[in-house]
């Protein structure tokens, strides 16, 4: 094709690598810069370890685009202030389009007193430790035998999960600060942990709530209903854990003894009070205790603050001036508010623009749309010539090469992870993955001694 771009795309997870994969079939040339070794973000890294039939099945995507000659990986690359690349400097290559795809790395809290006490932990980076990512995998995560996670949204359904079937705990407490009928959970969700819920607990605790449900019109017991209606097609227990919910209770103080470590969580009742269209929990000022060993907070996730893009609120600032083009171009655009200009060519797609926002398939027609964003963008610019996208590629390589030696490409992912697949076998496990960088690298390090030595006989 003669119209030809460079597309640098910031993190591998599913929105940059729907990106990509647009991108390279219109026939740009496509960087993809991962701070993971390996490419996937949270459909690796987060996604609950036994789905194996969706993680399985997006690698293969993935796999498929890497494989095209006009896509070129550089993973255990990191973007951001004081950090391999910076964005300036990336700027500076001069690329046609620069596209942030670098998920929400950040971690939300609720500015709950004592929660950096010892036993206080955010959701992500138990995700992060049981999906075995690098940096989490090798902490230890110490639980205790009776957890309270904040918040009932999918990632609380998690955690429950992991605890119940791996760690085996005795009582996992999910703390809720509005009512039943305002979880936050898919019904399809919690049939990964619906064995384990406490059935008459469930039951007792809607009947100490039900005169505050009331209050705001809700019938108790058909909310009770439906919650019990979504528990169908159970996964078998595993374990003897208990989950217990605890509604209209909002998280004020976490308990500490004097080493600063967790014993418990002061709670505040809360009640209903319509906010808009929608219900918000108040605190009543009346108060109880929960003793628990460790306090898990499910509470959403923030981006990362430190990469060096314009940053508001726990969110990137992106084009406040509505185009009318579909999809919203300025949606995309990232944002400079000191100048109050667009930064051109730099755009934002994923959890990187809507921290939190949806699954997979959410985050992947994300990196549709703000293709077609890039798209709109690059017609307004003058192609590169082939010689020219070749040197930007080089002197990145070259740059890169200089900031971090252990840079790790298409061919080496696929010996690594050719490496694991024979180590899983070995061990006969269903997945074997190394658990920090260093036994990645070394791993493909050994493999081309080993190759270089099959050729040398
Ligand atoms: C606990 C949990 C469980 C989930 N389970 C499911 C599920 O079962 N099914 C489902 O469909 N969805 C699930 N999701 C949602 C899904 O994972 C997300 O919708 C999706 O991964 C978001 O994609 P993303 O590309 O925007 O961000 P991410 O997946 O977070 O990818 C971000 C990428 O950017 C890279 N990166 C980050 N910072 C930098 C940097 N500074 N420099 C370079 N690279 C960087 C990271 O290495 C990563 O590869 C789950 C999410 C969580 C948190």
């Not at 119940?164 to 705990?169: A, D, F, H, V, Y």
């Not at 694991?420 to 036994?439: A, H, L, S, V, Y």
């Given at each position: ?18 990106v990509?994969?647009i991108m390279?079939?219109r ?70 389009a620069?596209v ?218 992106t084009n406040p001036h509505r185009t009318t083009n579909d999809p919203d171009d300025s949606l995309f655009q990232a944002f ?6 667009v930064i051109p060519g730099v755009f934002l797609c994923?959890?990187?623009r ?11 027609r994300d990196g549709e749309w703000c293709s077609e964003v890039v798209l709109r963008y690059l017609a307004g610019r ?76």
């Amino acid at each position: 094709m003669s119209e030809k771009h460079l597309v640098v795309v910031v993190g591998a997870g599913p929105a940059g690598m729907s990106v990509a994969n647009i991108m390279s079939k219109r026939g740009h040339e496509v960087v993809i810069l991962n701070r993971d070794v390996k490419f996937g973000g949270l459909a690796e890294y987060g996604i609950f370890p036994n789905k194996h039939k969706l993680r399985g099945g997006l690698r293969k995507g993935y796999w498929e685009i890497l494989g095209r000659p006009n896509v070129h990986y550089f993973g255990n690359v990191t973007i951001g202030e004081g950090k391999h690349l910076t964005v300036p400097e990336l700027k500076a290559l001069d690329a046609s389009a620069l596209v942030f795809s670098t998920g929400a790395q950040g971690t939300k809290t609720i500015g709950v007193e004592g929660d950096t006490a010892q036993g206080v932990y955010h959701a992500k980076d138990c995700v992060y430790h049981y999906n075995l990512l690098p940096g989490f995998s090798t902490r230890p995560f110490e639980m205790g035998q009776r957890v309270a996670v904040i918040g009932i949204g999918d990632v609380m359904v998690d955690i429950a999960h992991w605890l119940s079937r791996r760690r085996r705990i005795g009582e996992v407490h999910v703390i809720v600060r509005r009512g039943p009928a305002e979880r936050k959970y898919n019904p399809k969700e919690i049939r990964a942990v619906c064995a384990y819920i406490d059935g008459p607990a469930l039951q007792q605790e809607i009947d100490r709530v039900a005169s505050r449900l009331e209050a705001v019109g809700q019938t108790p017991e058909k909310v009770l209903t439906e919650m019990r209606s979504e528990f169908t097609k159970y996964e078998p227990a595993e374990s003897q854990t208990a989950i217990r919910f605890h509604f209209l209770s909002s998280p004020k103080r976490v308990l500490t003894d004097a080493e600063n470590r967790v014993i418990g969580l002061e709670i505040e009742d809360t009640k209903l009070e319509p906010k808009g269209a929608d219900l918000a929990a108040v605190g009543l000022k009346t108060y109880y205790s929960l003793p628990c060993d460790s306090v898990v907070f499910a509470v959403g996730d923030r981006v990362d603050d430190t990469l060096g893009l314009p940053y508001k609120s726990g969110i990137f600032i992106t084009n406040p001036h509505r185009t009318t083009n579909d999809p919203d171009d300025s949606l995309f655009q990232a944002f400079d508010e000191a100048t109050g200009q667009v930064i051109p060519g730099v755009f934002l797609c994923g959890w990187a623009r809507k921290a939190s926002e949806g699954l997979v398939g959410v985050a992947k027609r994300d990196g549709e749309w703000c293709s077609e964003v890039v798209l709109r963008y690059l017609a307004g610019r003058p192609p590169l010539g082939e010689p020219e996208i070749a040197e930007k590629i080089r002197k990145l390589e070259t740059l890169l090469a200089g900031r971090q030696p252990e840079l790790v490409r298409t061919d080496e992912l696929t010996a690594l992870s050719e490496m694991e697949r024979q180590e899983g076998q070995r061990r006969d496990i269903e997945e074997f993955k190394f658990p920090t960088n260093e036994e990645m690298v070394a791993a493909i390090r050994k493999k081309k001694q080993d190759m270089k030595e099959s050729v040398l006989r």
